[in-house]
């Protein structure tokens, strides 16, 4: 079993930056591939970024590309959110995900463990 702990979270202003960690309770290595997703308030939890297991690949979500950055720290079992120009619309919480394949992925359900989550809110 993968527990998965985010942190990072909190209050910015728009245009701001924040740096979601994820930090995995096993050694995760490159078999795990790893995601970020988000839930606003009465949304459905969406994709936001994920990499593969040798974080040689990435995707975004199109509303994030260009301001936020996957990347992974496989000796330390983390893997790190960076968010640059927030906007009010970034908020929501974020989740961590992991799947037990090495593949990136978009897709919610290919993941098979979750974290509680970290709120991010953006407001002036």
């Known amino acids: 079993q993968v527990q998965l702990v985010e942190s990072g979270g909190g209050l910015v202003q728009p245009e701001g930056s924040l740096r979601l960690s994820c930090g995995a309770s096993?050694?995760?290595?490159?078999?795990?591939?790893m995601g970020w997703y988000r839930q606003a308030p009465g949304k459905e939890r969406e994709f936001v970024a994920s990499?593969?297991?040798?974080?040689?690949?990435?995707y975004y979500a199109d509303s994030v590309k260009g301001r936020f950055t996957i990347s992974r720290d496989i000796g330390k079992n983390t893997v790190y959110l960076q968010m640059n120009s927030l906007k009010p619309e970034d908020t929501a919480v974020y989740y961590c995900?992991?799947?037990?394949?090495?593949?990136?992925?978009?897709?919610?359900?290919?993941?098979?463990?979750w974290g509680q989550g970290t709120q991010v809110t953006v407001s002036s």
């Open positions: 995900a992991a799947r037990r394949t090495s593949g990136a992925s978009p897709l919610l359900w290919e993941y098979d463990y």
């Open positions: 096993i050694r995760t290595s490159s078999r795990f591939a």
């Open positions: 990499i593969s297991g040798t974080g040689g690949s990435t």
